[in-house]
């Protein structure tokens, strides 16, 4: 098992930028593919990126491609979204999860059930 702790969320002006951290407990980090989601008020949760347990593939919804970049570091059991040119519709809270397909494409992990464990989230808020 996998505990998961984000932060980085905030209040941010539109066409700001914000880099969320996603830190895991355990030894097994590696082992997992990582992803990011989002949940809006009175919206269902969607996909945002998600990155391979080497982290040298990702894929992004079309939504925050070319904005949104996500990162990982193994040696420090991280997952990172930096987010730039922020819009107020990517208001919401913000989650990440881990995979237990290890060997997954990212392209493949792009629905809340093929993860495994996740974590509290954080907010971010996007004004205008």
């Known amino acids: 098992q996998v505990r998961m702790v984000e932060s980085g969320g905030g209040l941010v002006q539109a066409g700001g930028s914000l880099r969320l951290s996603c830190a895991a407990s355990g030894r097994t980090f590696s082992s997992y593919a990582m992803g990011w989601f989002r949940q809006a008020p009175g919206k269902e949760r969607e996909f945002v990126a998600a990155i391979s347990w080497s982290g040298g593939n990702t894929y992004y919804a079309d939504s925050v491609k070319g904005r949104f970049t996500i990162s990982r570091d193994n040696a420090e059991n991280t997952v990172y979204l930096q987010m730039n040119s922020l819009k107020p519709e990517d208001t919401a809270v913000y989650y990440c999860?881990?995979?237990?397909?290890?060997?997954?494409?990212?392209?493949?992990?792009?629905?809340?059930?093929?993860?495994?464990?996740w974590g509290q989230g954080t907010q971010v808020t996007v004004s205008s």
């Open positions: 999860a881990a995979a237990k397909q290890r060997f997954a494409s990212p392209g493949s992990l792009d629905e809340s059930t093929d993860y495994d464990f």
